[in-house]
Nanobody
Framework: QVQLVESGGGLVQPGGSLTLSCAAS????????VGWYRQAPGKERELVAL???????TYAEPVKGRFTISRDNAKNTVYLQMNSLRPEDTAVYYC?????????WGKGTLVTVSS
């Protein structure tokens, strides 16, 4: 069975930093892409960052220059380094792993940016 577990969320002050990680177990496929999504209260889930099989990275405009996605294929782990956090970054963050035919989601980790 496949399980994705996020960690690293929590409460941080505006301007602070957090690093999220997501480790996948029970999966040995080659991934088309891995990424992070987030969902704020009252809003739909949105893409934050994505890295494809070639290493090409896409960032949502609001996080460009502040967030960095990276991966460790040997560990089946994806990371999201978040700097200069803003209150509007507050959301539940979900990791996502994709093959050509299957899609896997973590259960989410809450990031709260508040003074």
């Amino acid at each position: 069975q496949v399980q994705l577990v996020e960690s690293g969320g929590g409460l941080v002050q505006p301007g602070g930093s957090l690093t999220l990680s997501c480790a996948a177990s029970g999966i040995t496929f080659s991934f088309v892409s891995v990424g992070w999504y987030r969902q704020a209260p009252g809003k739909e889930r949105e893409l934050v960052a994505l890295i494809n099989r070639s290493g090409y990275i896409t960032y949502a405009e609001p996080v460009k220059g502040r967030f960095t996605i990276s991966r460790d294929n040997a560990k089946n782990t994806v990371y999201l380094q978040m700097n200069s956090l803003r209150p509007e970054d507050t959301a539940v963050y979900y990791c996502n792993f994709n093959t050509w035919t299957e899609h896997y989601w973590g259960k989410g980790t809450l990031v709260t940016v508040s003074s």
